[in-house]
């Protein structure tokens, strides 16, 4: 398995990013379930980043995520270099915001970025920063795994936030 969160990649220090915005209260953590897992990368998709850093998601919803190396989160920003993981079915309804910590399986693998639209209203691309493009067998998924979006820790610890 091959999952990383924001820690090491290669050795290198990868530093924590994307802090939540101050306007953040509380929430419930978003559930959902991998329904198709994906095994490709792109060095050249050309998806956009929306202009919102949050985006309300409904139970029964299917969203497709999307792993990326890039750092931008200016609305417009391309985003080229991805590696799909999969498509979810959102068990557990909410908001999912930047900022919120992405896990498998109970496991953090990396950081909500944002959103592309270029599919939508079919679904969401949901951008999650990892160290490192990954793709849904790199990252352990399948068909069941679980995938959390879980708020990022109040008192700065840069932990995988509140259950």
């Known amino acids: 398995m091959n999952r990383t969160a924001n820690g090491t990649a290669n050795g290198t220090q990868v530093p924590a990013l994307l802090a939540p915005s101050p306007e953040n209260g509380d929430k419930r953590t978003v559930r959902s379930e991998v329904v198709k897992v994906l095994r490709h990368r792109r060095t050249d998709r050309g998806m ?59 496991e953090p693998i990396g950081t909500l970025l944002g959103f592309d639209a270029c599919h939508f209203p079919n679904h969401y691309n949901v951008l999650i920063h990892t160290a ?14 679980q995938i959390s979006f879980r708020p990022p820790p109040t008192d700065g610890d840069p932990g995988t936030g509140r259950p």
Do not use: M
């Not at 409904?58 to 993981?85: M, Q």
């Not at 493009?133 to 795994?145: C, D, H, K, M, N």
């Open 48 to 106: 956009r980043l929306e202009e919102f850093a949050s985006r309300c998601v409904r139970e029964g919803e299917l969203h497709e995520l999307v792993t990326t190396d890039h750092l931008e989160t200016e609305a417009g920003s391309r985003i080229d270099r991805v590696g799909f993981l999969g498509f979810v079915e959102i068990s557990v309804s909410g908001v999912l915001d930047r900022g919120d910590i992405v896990l498998v399986d109970g």
């Open 132 to 145: 490192w493009t990954l793709t849904g067998p790199e990252a352990g998924l399948r068909p069941g795994s």
